[in-house]
């Protein structure tokens, strides 16, 4: 063979490796760059006018930026720490159940088959003041007589949001926890049990250092779409009323095409990039931490 | 004896806790969409009904006909949607699977210099933020006249698809075992041989599963499609079902019909691949 020899699982790599580029990394190349310009889609030879920082100082001086980016971050702590919370009860609780645990675990398939764009017009529905399933039983019950506005109000949207992640993301975590405690070895447990150990403390000590790298996973792959909550909030609120459940997504997206403000966006894209990936590789790390533990302990 | 006597009554009654909890959080997850295939069959009078109407009097599948009609209801070109869905996903999952083995094969039988790096890297082109890429991708498409057509999403699909399929395929590959192949070569095949007739049948469920995954992912994307995608010619059924929304009136049971319609092969695949998919998301969590 002439030519330096590339050894065969770089080769193998190669397609994958070409297609991202092509759709993922130039593509970016080019948003860094035109985020350092006053590109609008109105006029497109405003991609050479070169602008530096200036992008990036409006978006961070921005107030609208600001609020969207700290309720973006509080709807993500919130939504992941309740769905591990819920996901570890739901799995314990299942791995408890004498009868039908296989049926649990498919019916826990369920919301993960809906696209989130799917999720969100389920919840849209179910929230409707008007003619929403919790309206009406809520009325039906007697507890309210007035409609609750829930996706006009501002914190109940964000509520009402709130609620459709959790349902969406949840059955991922237990799916996954449950995967975990099934594949547990009885030895420890038992072992810890003789010993005295009181149930929290055989579960502290025992149960959770295992199924540990489990839930790390589900971070993990949570973390890689956190991006999901774009459609759920696209298609529930859009970001209203009045930009009261704008998330970073959304603003980026009506920068983008509803203001037709490209480069801005982009520079508003680039720092989303960056909190996505810094979640990321915070869990990623966190699992790889959680590997090597297990693999000393057992 | 007291003692024992009480001990087995909290027991009954940890039990019947546990019991309740699990019955409400099974019904948190099953009723919603268990309402929405209600109102798909349900005539509009009694959605909007009030007070409301729990038990639906008549059902029907009038919303489903209508809506393959001669042009869609209210518009709303549901057959064309659909096609559109069903050729971009097949066809972005057949190309995914296959660069997603060879990639996959790579990182489960081969030692290499950055491999741990590689992997990582390849995860964090799945973390953009499907809006963030879709600004570049939309300059981009629109410059080299694709846009609004089946292949720009196709492509756009393929590379949202391959980092994962690599995952579960590295996985699966990896719950083959090595001497396998090993075997095979040394009883004269060739290492292409040996992968084809030995570790490849063995890991076919597998792909399978993480074909079915990537075919989900396609079918249910939104921010990408919402704007590389801009008419007839090329939107999706999530695109579509946007477009319900942005009429002057919402037309619930029209709507409730289209999910039903986009969460059916959804429903059906995934039934099939559950136990595959948590086993190869899971596998080498322990292993390493």
Redesign the interface.
């Known amino acids: 063979m002439k030519g330096p020899r590339i050894s065969t699982p770089l080769l193998l790599l190669m397609p994958a490796v070409l297609v991202l580029c092509a759709v993922v990394v130039l593509p970016l190349l080019l948003s860094l760059y035109s985020s350092f310009t006053a590109f609008r889609l109105t006029r497109p030879e405003s991609i050479w006018i070169w602008i530096s920082f200036r992008n990036y100082e409006n978006t961070l001086t921005d107030y609208v930026f600001w609020v969207a980016f700290g309720r973006t971050v509080l709807l993500l702590t919130l939504a992941l720490n309740l769905e591990m919370l819920f996901g570890l009860g739901l799995a314990l609780l299942i791995e408890k159940a004498s009868r039908g645990q296989r049926v649990l675990r498919t019916l826990l398939m369920f919301p993960m088959m809906f696209s989130p764009i799917l999720v969100g017009f389920q919840f849209k529905f179910m929230f409707n003041d008007n003619v929403g399933l919790i309206n009406n039983a809520l009325q039906s019950l007697g507890i309210t007589q007035t409609p609750i506005p829930w996706l006009i109000d501002g914190g109940l949207a964000f509520f009402a949001i709130l609620v459709a992640e959790i349902w969406s993301s949840t059955s991922v975590f237990a799916i996954l926890i449950l995967a975990g405690l099934l594949s547990m070895p009885r030895e420890p447990l038992e072992a810890a049990k003789v010993d005295g150990c009181t149930p929290w403390q055989s579960f502290r000590y025992v149960t959770w250092p295992f199924v540990m790298p489990f839930a790390y996973i589900a971070m993990t792959i949570r973390s890689l779409d956190v991006a999901r909550a774009y459609d759920i909030v696209k298609i529930m609120t859009d970001g209203g009323p009045a930009r009261r459940t704008e998330l970073l997504w959304t603003l980026i997206g009506r920068t983008a095409y509803g203001d037709s403000k490209m480069g801005l966006a982009n520079a508003m894209a680039y720092i989303s990039i960056v909190l996505s990936i810094v979640f990321t590789v915070y869990f990623y790390r966190k699992l790889a931490a959680a590997r090597t533990q297990i693999a000393a302990e057992w | 004896m007291d003692k024992n006597r009480a001990s087995r009554r909290w027991k009954s009654l940890a039990h019947l806790g546990?019991f309740v909890?699990?019955t409400l959080?099974?019904a948190?997850?099953?009723l919603?969409?268990a309402?929405?295939v209600i109102?798909a069959m349900r005539p509009t009078v009694e959605?909007?009904a009030k007070?409301?109407v729990?038990i639906p009097h008549e059902l029907s599948f009038q919303a489903f006909i209508s809506m393959f009609g001669v042009i869609g209801q209210g518009g709303v070109p549901v057959f064309a949607y659909f096609r559109n869905s069903l050729i971009i996903s097949v066809t972005s999952t057949v190309i995914a699977i296959?660069?997603?083995m060879?990639?996959g094969?790579?990182?489960a039988r081969?030692r290499?210099r950055g491999k741990s790096a590689?992997f990582?890297g390849?995860?964090?082109?799945?973390?953009?933020?499907?809006?963030?890429?879709s600004?570049?991708?939309?300059?981009?498409y629109a410059r080299l006249g694709i846009l609004d057509t089946h292949f720009a999403l196709i492509?756009?699909y393929?590379?949202l698809n391959?980092?994962?399929t690599?995952w579960l395929i590295d996985g699966f590959f990896r719950q083959v075992p090595k001497d396998l192949a090993e075997a095979a070569q040394i009883d004269g095949c060739t290492r292409w041989q040996a992968f084809w007739r030995v570790e490849f049948p063995l890991a076919g469920p597998g792909i399978a599963s993480s074909g079915i995954f990537a075919f989900?992912t396609s079918?249910?994307?939104?921010?990408l499609a919402?704007?590389i995608t801009r008419s007839v010619a090329s939107k999706t059924l999530?695109v579509g079902?946007?477009d319900y929304?942005s009429e002057f009136t919402i037309d619930?049971r029209g709507?409730?019909a289209l999910?039903v319609i986009?969460?059916a092969p959804?429903?059906t695949l995934?039934?099939i691949i559950?136990k595959h998919l948590?086993?190869g998301?899971?596998s080498g969590?322990?292993?390493?």
């Open positions: 546990r909890a699990l959080a099974m948190f997850i099953c919603p969409g309402w929405i109102s959605i909007m007070p409301p729990w296959g660069i997603g060879s990639g094969y790579a990182f081969f290499f590689m990582l390849l995860m964090l082109t799945r973390t953009v933020p499907g809006i963030a890429l600004l570049p991708l939309f300059i981009i492509l756009t393929v590379a391959v980092p994962f690599i989900l079918w249910n994307e939104f921010a919402s704007q999530p079902l946007l929304t619930w709507m409730c999910a986009m969460i959804a429903l995934t039934f559950q948590v086993s998301l899971t969590a322990v292993k390493g």
